[in-house]
């Protein structure tokens, strides 16, 4: 306004209400020709405290616009620091002329400060000319239990690493210290600081810190500092690996999705940025899917499944482990209809845990027949587990014990059972950080190490269930494009960098059902290369397995049914009855066929072929 004492008033009504928002038109009244107005603009920001503002700015200089991010460089000016030097310095390398002359400004004026203000925080600059010079390296948020182990992994891969540790007294700090990774000491969640770690030219981002939340917010604001910071085109795309327990969190993934159709606003068009793929993951579901393909139910009860027996599954011991699995078999094992798969869960504290899983699976009784057990391990005698089995065997044992000497003990115990197959899998899940030696491996059972088996980038991304994933993806999109279909707004039709994360989930989990497929009616997938007679598949063998994949559909949207989802897996999870093969007409059963008649195909996208065992 033209008028001081308006102004004057204008900031007064500002400081009244606090809203820190408009702090960049603050700071520009620092510089008005009337001294009342700067006055009154200092008291205001005075009055939004300097913890406040310093955030206020870091977030318009990394996230806002053009002008607005000039403006904050210039505010930072009245903040000099370690972490602003670092942030000007970042900055200059920008693409826009003047966001980069305000940082080289920014860093100059601080500067000519003089030096000795840095004496109290030196170890940051001192630490970043350690790493600056960073590309295609790993950026590990936390380090916890998982962070520490998937760090080394990574160190003796050869991948350079930098880790952002929030507790300054850690003792895995040591460890970064032996391995000469270099470590910075705050929340992951601090845009800057993970500027200061180079993300915007990492290969890897490992959101890994104990609480889902934090994660998710590494992972937001690291897409958001891809679509602002520049980055070298000649960069692979930045993977960030993000570990999320809780599946109500994890339906927050569409958040992260690019629109299809341009960007509906600025918010989506920053968390649309190229140069980054957002990967979320859990360590006992990866490891579940890993264990139920390594050690599948014995072929013999398979098989009788496919004629109408159904199959029993024993998991002693319910932990996140226990719970993943018990989900995972239910998706997997379903057999050809409903009614073929029973699920045995023997835990302490049945009462609690049994209502937390229905809780989170509301549907699970109308998919098998589930039968939580209470009992204490020293309970657990050979009669006491033959009353489990009642009339049908168990076809697969997974013990979840925490105790390694107890789930050795029960392995060794249940082996005996008359009614037990011998080629019947008897897995133990070892907690330890360490690798099994084939004496443990052979010592009655077989040996399942939890840590070794997943802690390492390559069990995170699953490459060769991916690149089954993609294939069937390709297929997909290929066979609709033959049958004339052109529905461009099917969001399945995008490319798989572009798909939703919960399509590609999809995608990966018909590409692990397949395994099971081939096994149940004798066959594998084996590579093209190593040569061996193909598989062709009868017309019987074609009705089983598109009846296999009906049940595994139907299955999966009711477990899915009670989370959020999309407007098309609304659509298809709207019926209010359980389908069934009968129910469905001839075309729906011929689209079934057709799919698990491709199978083949698929495969040859992947180097494989079908073989019998």
Not at 235 to 251: D, E, G, K, W
Request: aromatic letters at 6%; glycine letters at 6%; charged letters at 20%.
């Amino acid at each position: 306004h033209c008028r001081p004492v308006v102004r004057v008033s204008a900031l007064e009504a500002v400081g009244g209400c606090g809203e820190i928002g408009v702090c960049l038109e603050v700071f520009a009244c620092l510089r008005d020709q009337d001294s009342r107005v700067r006055a009154r603009a200092a008291s205001v920001l005075k009055n939004f405290g300097d913890h406040r503002l310093k955030e206020q700015l870091q977030t318009f200089t990394l996230f806002g616009l053009p002008d607005q991010q000039v403006q904050a460089l210039q505010a930072l000016r009245h903040f000099p620091s370690a972490e602003h030097l670092t942030l000007f310095n970042l900055m200059e390398r920008s693409e826009i002329a003047e966001v980069a002359k305000a940082a080289r400004d920014g860093a100059l004026a601080f500067l000519t400060r003089g030096l000795e203000s840095l004496s109290s925080t030196a170890s940051e600059p001192v630490l970043m000319s350690r790493f600056e010079s960073f590309e295609d390296h790993a950026v590990v948020c936390g380090l916890g239990r998982k962070g520490r182990i998937l760090l080394e992994s990574l160190v003796r891969a050869g991948h350079a690493c930098v880790a952002i540790e929030i507790d300054g007294n850690s003792p895995d700090l040591a460890v970064c210290r032996d391995l000469g990774v270099p470590v910075l000491i705050g929340s992951a969640a601090h845009a800057p600081l993970l500027m200061a770690a180079g993300v915007n030219r990492a290969k890897f981002l490992l959101a890994v810190t104990n609480h889902d939340d934090i994660n998710l917010e590494i992972a937001l604001k690291a897409k958001m500092l891809i679509g602002n910071a520049p980055r070298s085109p000649y960069l692979a795309t930045l993977q960030c690996l993000t570990h999320v327990f809780s599946r109500p969190l994890q339906c927050m993934a569409d958040l992260f999705q690019p629109t299809r159709h341009g960007h509906r606003s600025r918010f989506e068009g920053l968390t649309a940025a190229p140069g980054f793929e957002l990967r979320l993951f859990n360590l006992f579901e990866n490891a579940s899917r890993q264990i139920l393909n390594q050690f599948p139910p014995n072929l013999g009860s398979l098989r009788r499944q496919l004629e109408g027996e159904p199959l029993h599954v024993l998991i002693l011991g319910f932990s996140r482990l226990g719970v993943s699995l018990a989900a995972h078999a239910t998706c997997m094992f379903q057999g050809p209809s409903s009614g073929l798969l029973q699920v045995t869960i023997v835990a302490t504290e049945e009462e609690f845990k049994q209502a937390s899983f229905r809780y989170h699976y509301p549907k699970i009784d109308q998919i098998l027949a589930l039968n939580m057990v209470s009992m204490m391990s020293k309970d657990l005698t050979p009669q006491a587990i033959e009353r489990l089995a009642g009339m049908t065997p168990f076809g697969a044992i997974y013990i979840c014990n925490d105790d390694m000497s107890t789930a050795r003990g029960l392995a060794e115990m249940v082996r005996k059972l008359p009614s037990l197959a011998p080629e019947t899998p008897i897995l133990v899940i070892d907690n330890a950080e360490r690798e099994i030696n084939s004496s443990e491996a052979s010592a009655g059972c077989r040996v399942f190490p939890f840590f070794a088996s997943t802690c390492f980038v390559n069990a995170i991304l699953q490459e060769p269930l991916d690149s089954l994933a993609r294939a069937m993806h390709r297929y997909y999109g290929e066979a609709q494009r033959k049958r004339g279909v052109d529905n461009r707004n099917d969001p399945r039709r995008a490319i798989w960098e572009r798909l939703r994360g919960d399509l590609k989930e999809q995608f990966r989990t018909l590409a692990d059902h397949l395994t099971i497929k081939l096994r149940t009616i004798l066959c594998q997938a084996s590579p093209i290369k190593d040569g061996g007679r193909r598989h062709v598949f009868s017309k019987e063998e074609i009705r089983h397995l598109a009846q296999m994949e009906h049940r595994r559909v139907t299955v999966e949207q009711l477990l899915s049914s009670w989370k959020s989802t999309s407007s098309v897996e609304t659509l298809r999870q709207s019926q209010s009855t359980i389908s069934t093969w009968s129910s469905l007409s001839d075309l729906e059963k011929e689209e079934f066929e057709a799919l698990v008649a491709s199978i083949p195909e698929v495969l040859e996208l992947t180097g494989n072929q079908v073989q019998l065992l």
